[in-house]
């Protein structure tokens, strides 16, 4: 049944049908409001779990880390600053192969600070092992969410469920919420067969030498690439139980015989959905919904553009001195085919910055000049800098 619901208001309630027994948390915003609809879940009954208040993200992260090789189910959320705290842990979590899910809650980071959403943060911590999943909407936050479980248990790899901050996390949407018993239907009880027992003792995360550390992350590699396989099954699994997909790796939408697609990655997916439909452009457009980012679906990427002579990449992050985060990895795929399409890097809306109809328009522009230009910010103001920073 519909209800509507704020973003958090309703990943809190997913979290709670994945019945998690400890939850570690610390408010940073725009998570706080997340672990407080948890908190609030846990103190009317709703939801039983030992709910634990940390004194720092690190803590919330290593916390988790704990109850999972414990055998506990574990569940934490942070945004921006808070990630970058606990980034220590993050590698730790990864290269333990310690199956935990996350929620981060894009916010853009410092310096200069700011509250307001991109995905730097996320992006800042993409080498650090875990899958990661993006969401364009408050339904696939809640949906995959739970799928998230599942992924994690069966790669026995961390999973962080990227929503955009305050897009999402502070909209009401109408949602769809899934029954109990549709949840415990798709997701069984937790074990972890390397849970710590002081009956038959293990180390993990310990020493190694430089004869052992080169398998060990090679290992981890393989896990992760691996993981589409899990992606995809879990998607399917919740589809055939609720009707409902999120798209697996990636979703491709628009005219089947169009040339030029655009890629983008989170809730940005809607303001183009939006712009398409009032500002239909002379040229048929496909979008294509990037959900999964690690492990980089490049097989999936390809069938999707093999057929283009051009796609525009937007994202809300970038690398400093090297560009486009997203843009860099599309532009590796795609090269492997026999006629790669022209690749566009562009960032718009960082720090929050309002992303309007209007810049589809620019983005097929910028993209027709832009032969030779691998990455620009599309909504820069140069104009209020000073002549010597345009």
């Not at 961390?158 to 549709?182: K, N, R, S, W, Y």
């Not at 960032?347 to 832009?370: M, N, Q, T, V, Y």
């Amino acid at each position: 049944m519909l209800q509507p619901l704020e973003g958090s208001q309703a990943i809190a309630q997913a979290v709670a049908l994945c019945r998690p027994q400890v939850i570690a948390a610390y408010p940073i915003t725009p998570q706080t409001h997340i672990v407080e609809n948890i908190s609030k879940l846990v103190a009317d009954g709703t939801l039983q779990c030992e709910f634990i208040s940390v004194e720092s993200e690190f803590s919330a992260a290593s916390v988790v880390l704990g109850a999972a090789m414990a055998g506990s189910r574990a569940y934490t959320a942070s945004a921006s600053q808070g990630i970058l705290l606990m980034a220590e842990v993050l590698f730790n979590i990864a290269g333990m192969r310690v199956p935990i899910v996350m929620t981060c809650a894009n916010r853009a980071i410092s310096s200069p600070l700011s509250i307001w959403n991109d995905q730097q943060d996320s992006m800042s911590v993409r080498d650090a092992g875990w899958i990661q999943l993006y969401c364009a909407d408050n339904q696939e936050a809640v949906d995959t969410t739970i799928q998230a479980y599942k992924i994690a248990e069966r790669t026995e790899l961390p999973v962080m469920v990227c929503v955009d901050g305050f897009i999402l996390t502070h909209t009401l949407e109408a949602i769809d919420v899934p029954t109990q018993a549709q949840a415990d239907e798709f997701l069984p009880p937790f074990q972890f067969k390397r849970s710590l027992d002081p009956r038959h003792p293990l180390s993990f995360g310990t020493l190694v030498s430089p004869d052992f550390y080169t398998e060990a992350r090679y290992s981890h590699h393989q896990a992760l690439l691996k993981a589409e396989t899990e992606i995809l099954f879990a998607d399917q699994q919740w589809a055939a139980i609720t009707g409902r997909r999120c798209g697996g790796l990636l979703k491709v939408e628009g005219h089947p015989d169009a040339k030029i697609a655009i890629l983008t990655i989170g809730s940005v997916l809607g303001t183009l959905q939006a712009a398409l439909d009032e500002f239909p452009p002379e040229q048929p457009v496909k979008l294509i919904k990037l959900r999964c980012f690690r492990p980089f679906p490049v097989e999936a990427l390809k069938t999707a553009c093999e057929n283009l002579t051009d796609v525009i990449v937007l994202e809300r992050a970038f690398s400093p001195g090297g560009g486009g985060i997203v843009g860099l990895e599309v532009l590796a795929a795609l090269a492997e085919l026999p006629t790669p399409p022209r690749v566009h890097s562009f960032a718009a809306g960082l720090g929050g910055r309002d992303i309007p109809l209007s810049l589809l328009g620019k983005l097929l522009e910028a993209a027709k000049r832009s032969q030779h230009e691998r990455f620009s910010i599309i909504d820069v103001e140069l104009s209020r800098l000073p002549e010597e920073d345009r």
